[in-house]
């Protein structure tokens, strides 16, 4: 059986390590991690990745570029992106879901929510 395979992508490794935990309760998933969307771009065509998380405020290329990049690439237009961010107005929401994001999940939130939305992709 494939393992499913979660690219993380946050400054913080606080943050990654929360999220690491969190998805680790699904049991079935792998996870690899990147500090930012420049090192996002390089894991994307190195690792299976089935589902991708993304933080917004990051230094080099931050979620949005990386998401654009991601939604403009035909190997990757399809790979599902969830936006996890602090920034949580409804006009930096739209933006995500407008640029490709499947889902938006704003900082912080419930471990629940995190697990509700993967789930979806699994
Ligand atoms: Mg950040």
New binding site residues.
């Given amino acids: 059986m494939k393992t499913f395979t979660i690219l993380i992508v ?3 490794a606080a ?1 990654r390590s929360l999220l690491v935990s969190t998805l680790e309760t699904l049991g079935t998933i792998s996870t690899v991690q990147a500090p930012n969307g420049f090192e996002a771009l390089r894991m994307l065509p190195r690792e299976q990745v089935d589902l991708v998380l993304t ?4 230094p080099d290329i931050n979620g949005l570029e990386l998401l654009s990049f991601i939604r403009s690439n035909p190997m990757y237009k399809d790979l599902p992106v969830v936006v996890i ?2 920034e949580g107005s409804r006009k930096d929401i739209e933006k995500g879901l407008s640029l490709g994001a499947n889902e938006y999940l704003v900082k912080p939130f419930q471990p629940e929510q995190l697990l509700e939305i993967v789930k979806r992709f699994l």
């Fill in positions: 946050d400054d913080s943050m933080d917004i405020n990051m961010s602090t």
